[in-house]
Nanobody, 114 residues
């Protein structure tokens, strides 16, 4: 069955970096557009970034553009989200997403606080 497992979250101070990973199983990763979403308490889930099947096209929300980078390694069945210059407003639970389905990971917490 389709599984998406996130890792790499945690608590950091403003300005620091984190890299999230999403390991996919149960399907052929290079056949699917993948993305990262986030949801903060009391807010709707929102798209952070997505990436085309071969990684050639990426899309970012305005709030993270220039700070976050989405990438993928299809040979390793993994999608990444490099998050730099983190801000307190980036605090949320982050979810890996497969567009076709759709399918979601269980989510991982990122907390940015001084």
């Amino acid at each position: 069955q389709v599984q998406l497992v996130e890792s790499g979250g945690g608590s950091v101070q403003p300005g620091e970096s984190l890299r999230l990973s999403c390991v996919a199983s149960g399907f052929t990763l290079n056949m699917h557009t993948m993305g990262w979403y986030r949801q903060a308490p009391g807010k709707e889930r929102e798209l952070v970034a997505d990436i085309s099947r071969n990684g050639g096209i990426t899309n970012y929300s305005d709030s993270v553009k220039g700070r976050f980078t989405i990438s993928r390694d299809n040979a390793k069945n993994t999608v990444y989200l490099q998050m730099n210059s983190l801000k307190p407003e980036d605090t949320a639970k982050y979810f890996c997403h497969r567009r076709r389905g759709p399918y979601w990971g269980q989510g991982i917490q990122v907390t940015v606080s001084s």
